[in-house]
Nanobody, 113 residues
């Protein structure tokens, strides 16, 4: 399984970015999530969406980020608004089901102050 992420870049504080991630297989039964890892820090979950559409967010992004999925396109998205410098990190998409977990390549998001 391959996950292809796109949409990262350099923005100023307060601006928005939309990350996209498309899988090479059907995603209907998988938990989809976005993680991020800042320099010197551990990878942490940013947002997740269950097969049934249940959403979960890290406290630091609640109210600013929105995760969504389109199973017809085997895709998951992360809409990021009101970006802050502390959102700067490498972002990873993932899909998981039981013991299976797959990761996309990391994409850089940099927010300048």
């Amino acid at each position: 399984v391959q996950l292809q992420a796109s949409g990262g870049g350099l923005v100023q504080a307060g601006e928005s970015l939309r990350l996209s991630c498309t899988a090479s297989r059907n995603t209907n039964a998988f938990f989809m999530a976005w993680y991020r890892q800042a320099p010197g820090q551990q990878r942490q979950m940013v947002a997740s969406i269950s097969p049934g559409g249940h959403l979960n967010y890290a406290d630091s992004v609640k109210g600013r980020f929105t995760i969504s999925r389109n199973n017809a396109r085997n895709s998951v998205y992360l809409e990021m608004n009101s970006l802050k410098p502390e959102d700067t990190a490498v972002y990873y998409c993932s899909m998981a089901r039981g013991s299976m977990m797959y990761w996309g390549q990391g994409i850089q998001v940099t927010v300048s102050s």
